[in-house]
């Protein structure tokens, strides 16, 4: 009877549904055809979020910004409206089910997670622009909850399987991106001009395309080097390898290409076995010579007058010029007026969110290039970390600097201890990460979920294969 009663309410509910397609065809109405899109994703929210997080990776790379949706706030779209969607989500989850993360919180690196996002709610209430900051911290908080909190319950079973599923979801998509931005690159001749504006709109400048590629690129590289049992699965992965040299190359990103330089170093200091302590030393004594020779140095790099170029080694040459490239000036400038407005509030900062409405006050007249605006609206600091000290004061800086260090110590503490195939994944993530924290001294753009997913994606994942060591060492 109940069975008769549940097939009755089907049929009728799949006649409804066709006689309104029906009747949205005949009055143009094509939007109805999207219904069953939509409560398919409703379903998926509310019984399988894995499946809204795995559709988020593949959806990022092909994300489309819009600048200026009203209010002077911008909208990642089709994503954001899931990551926002996903912040509700968790949130009840967590309070119905606080039990299947309770392992998260027991590990340092959450805590400083937590840390971090008390100190963003904190200075977004003394922030001098309370809507920007507040908006800037549900982000903050909707991408941890997304990428960090559920990231979490996706990696915790099999956390090496299923990293290298969401980076191959968050790769094959991208390299689709690469392809396009190519393709309108050939059409203009490779000018170094044209890198800046080709990836549209999937990437809002080759600053920020350059430095996602550049996180991808090692696990590419690993995926190439991996024992394959067929030609087609050697041609594919060399075919991804050579997408994603041509795409890094005519990035023309200069910082992009100095990452993937240091993350080389970094594996060689890995196979080496290089204790994390004697790079710390080995890196204040190189920190203290640089800051002896100062003078010398500035002067020597004075000396560079080789701009951007058409010509890749004089594009690699201009890399030091902080005489006549603009670039390089405008990223000085923007650094210099990050100082200056820590120098003014230098405890909670100006609130998150705010530099690119604050500093142009802050420029100085012999610090101006040809690409820098009186009002200031040209962008952000131009730094991961700069960018926080003005924004969130010394501590927002320190937390930053926090999560980079300690990934490294993981990074380093857990390689060595797992087999193979494991360690070599484990070295393409880790190296990846370390590439866009090195790109981190010269831009930022955590602020989007380009780079934001992987991010916090990647902080969990160590995470996870850090209690997954200590599990099996104390057994």
Not at 311 to 319: G, K, P, T
Not at 344 to 367: K, L
Not at 409 to 414: D, E, H, T
Request: include cysteine; glycine fraction near 6%; charged fraction near 15%.
């Amino acid at each position: 009877m109940l069975l008769a009663i549940k097939q009755n309410w089907i049929l009728s509910a799949i006649t409804a549904f066709v006689l309104l397609l029906c009747c949205s065809l005949y009055f143009e109405l094509y939007y109805t055809f999207l219904i069953p899109v939509f409560l398919g994703v409703l379903w998926a929210f509310v019984f399988r979020l894995d499946w809204i997080h795995s559709l988020l990776f593949i959806g990022i790379p092909l994300s489309v910004n819009i600048e200026d949706i009203g209010l002077g706030f911008g909208l990642s779209l089709p994503t954001e409206p899931l990551v926002f969607g996903l912040l509700l989500v968790v949130l009840v989850k967590l309070f119905e089910r606080p039990l299947v993360i309770r392992q998260l919180f027991k590990h340092p690196l959450t805590w400083l997670v937590l840390t971090y996002l008390f100190w963003v709610f904190l200075t977004a209430l003394t922030s001098v622009r309370i809507a920007v900051s507040m908006k800037f911290f549900i982000s903050k908080l909707a991408y941890v909850l997304s990428f960090y909190v559920l990231g979490f319950v996706v990696l915790k079973d099999a956390p090496f399987k299923q990293m290298q599923r969401l980076f191959y979801l968050y790769a094959i998509p991208l390299a689709l991106v690469i392809i396009y931005t190519l393709v309108r690159h050939t059409l203009h001749a490779y000018d170094e001009k044209a890198a800046h504006w080709v990836m549209q709109p999937f990437f809002k400048d080759h600053t920020i395309y350059g430095a996602i590629v550049a996180f991808i690129c090692p696990f590419v590289l690993l995926h190439f080097f991996k024992k394959k049992d067929h030609f087609l699965a050697h041609f594919v992965a060399f075919l991804f390898l050579l997408i994603y040299t041509f795409g890094i190359i005519f990035s023309y990103t200069r910082a992009a290409w100095i990452s993937l330089l240091g993350a080389f170093g970094l594996y060689i200091i890995l196979k080496l076995k290089v204790k994390p302590v004697v790079l710390f030393l080995g890196g204040c004594a190189l920190a203290l010579l640089l800051l002896m020779n100062a003078s010398e140095i500035q002067m020597s790099l004075e000396k560079n007058k080789q701009d951007s170029s058409d010509d890749l080694v004089e594009h690699v040459q201009s890399i030091s010029n902080v005489a006549s490239d603009a670039s390089n000036l405008e990223r000085l400038n923007r650094w210099n007026a990050a100082l200056k407005m820590f120098a003014q509030r230098p405890v909670f900062g100006f609130g998150p969110g705010t530099y690119m409405f604050e500093y142009a006050p802050f420029q100085s007249s012999r610090d101006l290039t040809i690409i820098s605006t009186n009002f200031g609206d040209a962008g952000n600091a131009h730094s991961e970390y700069l960018g926080p000290l003005a924004e969130m004061g010394l501590v927002g800086m320190l937390l930053m600097i926090a999560f980079v260090v300690y990934a490294f110590i993981l990074g380093f503490r857990n390689y060595h201890f797992y087999k193979r195939e494991e360690k070599h994944l484990l070295a393409a993530v880790f190296l990846g990460f370390m590439t866009y924290v090195a790109h981190g001294v010269l831009n930022n753009y955590l602020d989007t979920d380009k780079a934001s997913c992987l991010f916090w994606t990647v902080l969990v994942f160590l995470v996870v294969v850090d209690m997954r060591r200590k599990q099996i060492t104390s057994l």
